[in-house]
């Protein structure tokens, strides 16, 4: 009787071996990976919805709306003085509502540079909303009481890149109903 392996065994089982090990290693790259797009996309959608809710706070306080892709400036009313007391609401006669001085608002500019999305008020630091975002797009439509903004990102889940489909299925979209009357355009509706 012999004892051991014939060589041709030894090839057999090693190459069952090697499948096995290789057909877990797949598996467990294609979970990591999946969990790594499935992280991404989380923190994106947050990272959309905190500009969103941001957006909407202004745009409902907004008396007027410069838009552009990347780059929003909202004025709101100076509720607030530079101390950071609340100022007393006054009437201008034509039945509108004015805080500090007739006219005076605070300008809040929205914008995307170097992969951060900053909102800056006048002429304080600017205060980064979202980090490495440099495949966001974030566009506000103005169309006189309302607003609607749409903010998109690419989803890394594809290492060739993402579709244009793909793209706008990560579309988060607000509209906003501006409560202020409008100082830049004519609006009957207030």
Do not use: C, W
């Not at 306080?61 to 007391?85: F, K, M, Q």
Request: aromatic share 12%; hydrophobic share 40%; proline share 3%.
């Amino acid at each position: 009787m012999r004892r051991g392996y014939v060589i041709a065994e030894l090839v057999v089982a090693t190459s069952i071996f090697f499948s096995i090990s290789l057909g877990l290693l797949m598996g467990f790259v294609s979970l990591e990976r999946n969990y790594a797009a499935a992280t991404n996309f989380s923190l994106n959608h947050a990272d959309e919805m905190r500009i969103s809710d941001y957006m909407a706070m202004d745009l409902r306080r907004a008396i007027a709306v410069a838009a552009a892709l990347n780059d929003t400036t909202i004025y709101i009313p100076a509720y607030y003085d530079s101390t950071g007391n609340p100022q007393t609401p006054a009437l201008d006669g034509e039945g509108g509502v004015y805080y500090g001085a007739s006219g005076s608002s605070v300008r809040v500019h929205y914008y995307l540079m170097a992969a951060t999305i900053y909102r800056q008020q006048d002429n304080q630091p600017a205060t980064p909303l979202a980090v490495n975002v440099q495949d966001f797009i974030f566009a506000v439509t103005d169309a006189g009481k309302v607003v609607t903004t749409r903010i998109t990102f690419n989803p890394t889940f594809n290492s060739s890149g993402a579709s244009a489909a793909a793209t706008n299925a990560t579309a988060f979209y607000n509209t906003t109903l501006l409560r202020n009357s409008r100082t830049d355009i004519q609006s009957s509706v207030y």
